[in-house]
């Protein structure tokens, strides 16, 4: 009997975001695995610190952050060959993923390297777009809205195509593409319906309009909401701001 | 002192799913309010039922459910009313919403009528996209894909010039256009691209290939995933519906 892989959405950031059933396996799973930067901490792992106990066996997925660039196969490689003597061994592995886990996530190099040799599971996470979103107090998308996720590294033609091409945008993976993307909205005279998102849901969150952040890069853990419906800035959200 | 006003995302039906915040907050609450229809039970009572006690005060708003339009503003304007009694006699409000409060969901409603007079707070869902993304064990979005939600009422037009833009397509709502919409996917060369997933996370969810679903009426509870990037069936989902 082998063990069970889990891939586990965390959600954005709040540990209390994690669901009920990811709850329970991380808390039971003998083997915990997650990815982290060859610098820093571990973002997944932070968001279920507290749920981690000392007799659980961890395993970092250490990969080089410098570049955007392809995931780095033998990292993946070596970690699946780690994990699978885990799982051969009859212990279950739960890897840990921000968000959800097949929403843009890493977990599913290791998917792809193991789920044809061992029962697996993925249970899905909230995703950091509804999150911000709910930060936000502004509906993402009703009725027949088309919703559009946009990888920000994405050059400007293909941006505005896909901009124009729905009635609410998330432009993910902001990160260092923030000022060029940016002036591809001021141009496309959208500046009024655009939101930025930092952080959702954790203590440092930041939520403004694009207009009043500064010029430096953003961070990774970024995003642009546009709404093409109407403002942003729904009067609800300023009065709960002050209110809350 | 009124009460706060909570709209809180439930997943997409498996009660597991509930994140530990909407949790807490759900068996806290002095009252609960949902969406029902006018025959049949509450989806999203039905998802929460096992956590709500009773001493717990509920408000079911009905909604007719006969044909889609916009939402009735009598019924919500109604709903608003009761609900910001409770909230003026310093009562907490739980608002279960299927899936994520912000996406396509009804709350919307209520919020645009009590947000500017109450205290409110969103606790963002897992919405049920990830959900069948994870069932169906296919990464739904990696690295610069473009993913759309597109709602199936939309026109062949529109839903044709949409799934061009996209790399993957969530079609959503499906319910009665399922007929039309398959012959259009059939049309455009993507059933071998396409998965059909309804009811998903419960005990009776349905995963299939596009072109194995029966003629008749698809749930409203159902939606039809696009992967134009390659084959839906994944070899590890059939390995892991033998082996789960």
């Known amino acids: 009997m082998?063990?069970?892989?889990?891939?586990?959405?965390?959600?954005?950031?709040?540990?209390?975001?994690?669901?009920?059933?990811?709850?329970?396996?991380?808390?039971?799973?003998?083997?915990?695995?997650?990815?982290?930067?060859?610098?820093?901490?571990?973002?997944?792992?932070?968001?279920?610190?507290?749920?981690?106990?000392?007799?659980?066996?961890?395993?970092?997925?250490?990969?080089?952050?410098?570049?955007?660039?392809?995931?780095?196969?033998?990292?993946?490689?070596?970690?699946?060959?780690?994990?699978?003597?885990?799982?051969?061994?009859?212990?279950?592995?739960?890897?840990?993923?921000?968000?959800?886990?097949?929403?843009?996530?890493?977990?599913?190099?290791?998917?792809?390297?193991?789920?044809?040799?061992?029962?697996?599971?993925?249970?899905?996470?909230?995703?950091?777009?509804?999150?911000?979103?709910?930060?936000?107090?502004?509906?993402?998308?009703a009725r027949n809205d088309v919703l559009s996720v946009v990888p920000g590294p994405l050059g400007d033609d293909i941006l505005e195509a896909r901009i124009a091409a729905a009635d609410a945008v998330a432009i993910i993976k902001v990160g260092r593409h923030f000022t060029r993307i940016r002036a591809l909205i001021e141009r496309l005279g959208l500046m009024g319906q655009a939101a930025y998102a930092e952080r959702v849901s954790l203590d440092n969150q930041q939520l403004m309009p694009l207009d009043d952040v500064p010029d430096d890069a953003a961070p990774y853990f970024s995003m642009i909401l546009i709404y093409k419906g109407g403002e942003v800035w729904h009067p609800a959200f300023r009065n709960n701001e002050a209110g809350a």
Chains 1, 2 share one sequence.
């Open 2 to 141: 082998t063990g069970k892989l889990y891939g586990l959405g965390l959600g954005p950031g709040d540990p209390e975001l994690i669901t009920l059933k990811a709850h329970r396996i991380l808390t039971a799973a003998p083997v915990i695995a997650y990815p982290a930067p060859d610098t820093g901490p571990s973002f997944a792992r932070q968001i279920a610190a507290s749920y981690i106990g000392a007799h659980q066996l961890e395993v970092p997925v250490v990969m080089p952050m410098r570049v955007e660039r392809f995931p780095a196969q033998e990292v993946y490689d070596a970690a699946a060959e780690t994990i699978g003597r885990h799982l051969d061994a009859g212990s279950d592995v739960a890897v840990l993923c921000e968000g959800d886990p097949f929403f843009y996530g890493s977990f599913m190099y290791l998917f792809e390297r193991l789920a044809d040799r061992y029962p697996t599971e993925i249970v899905p996470g909230v995703s950091s777009v509804m999150a911000a979103a709910s930060a936000l107090k502004r509906p993402l998308a």
